[in-house]
């Protein structure tokens, strides 16, 4: 046997008792409910039904759209940067181009475009993983906060600070291959975070798997003749530096 609805409720203002069908108190005007409940045949106050979730519909994908990411969010400078490494690379090793055409042995000399050219020459595999693998990931991850256009930036500057860094300051010897590249994409990417552990505040992003990446990458000069140790100096500098901007020009989006 099913129980009745409520004799009666309590104002919580005045402690009087009122029907269970009215909205307000009859004694002091005390509103008890927002609207009075409904019945049914029995005389019983049903309870409200359950709202329904809505379903929505992503739609069918469109031309280059993968799965859960847009087209305009696909990192094609990123995809760029390792192409151009390995087709140099391939380029430099098969004797296409000439060794000392495209590599840092000291000041250039006038041929500025060795500063561009040496950091995506490779002769070690290992160390072109290594250094490409940090590009891939922390450029991906520049590419959809900032742009194309800051991938390439900070893989540019970092990997010609780095070599000119190399050439000018270092001893004369073969310098070649993208650590800077790769150090300067991983410190801007980590910029934003470096300054919330500064102010005191969380992160979510794992640093620590970062700085890991880092370390075996700016290691890669005992594995691999042709990796500076300057060249990795000069482009986690730049990186910081250019991550910077990146941070304040973010922060001025967000806040206007």
Avoid: H
């Avoid at 379903?55 to 969010?73: F, V, Y």
């Avoid at 690379?89 to 495209?102: D, H």
């Avoid at 300051?169 to 590249?181: D, F, H, I, T, Y």
Wanted: hydrophobic share 50%.
């Amino acid at each position: 046997m099913s129980s009745g609805p409520d004799l009666f409720v309590v104002c919580k203002n005045c402690g009087s008792q009122a029907s269970p069908y009215v909205t307000e108190c009859p004694y002091c005007g005390k509103r008890l409910r927002k609207r009075a409940p409904k019945l049914d045949r029995e005389g019983q106050i049903t309870p409200p039904k359950p709202k329904r979730a809505r379903r929505t519909s992503l739609g069918p994908l469109r031309r280059g759209e993968l799965p859960g990411i847009r087209p305009d969010a696909l990192p094609y400078a990123t995809f760029t940067l390792i192409l151009a490494a390995i087709l140099v690379s391939i380029a430099w090793k098969s004797g296409a181009v000439g060794f000392s055409e495209i590599v840092i042995l000291g000041p250039p000399n006038g041929q500025w475009w060795r500063l561009v050219s040496a950091p995506f020459a490779y002769d070690s595999a290992g160390y072109q993983l290594a250094a490409l693998g940090t590009v891939a990931i922390f450029g991906w991850l520049i590419e959809r906060r900032s742009g194309s256009a800051a991938v390439v930036a900070v893989a540019l500057a970092g990997a010609v600070a780095g070599m000119a860094l190399a050439a000018f300051v270092g001893p004369a010897e073969l310098s070649a291959g993208g650590n800077g590249m790769a150090l300067a994409l991983l410190a801007a990417w980590a910029v934003p975070d470096l300054r919330l552990l500064y102010r005191n505040q969380e992160s979510d992003s794992d640093l620590l798997g970062a700085a890991i990446v880092a370390a075996v990458v700016a290691v890669m000069p005992l594995a691999a003749p042709e990796a500076s140790w300057l060249a990795a100096l000069g482009g986690a500098a730049a990186g910081l530096l250019l991550g910077l901007a990146l941070a304040k020009r973010q922060g001025r989006r967000v806040g206007g």
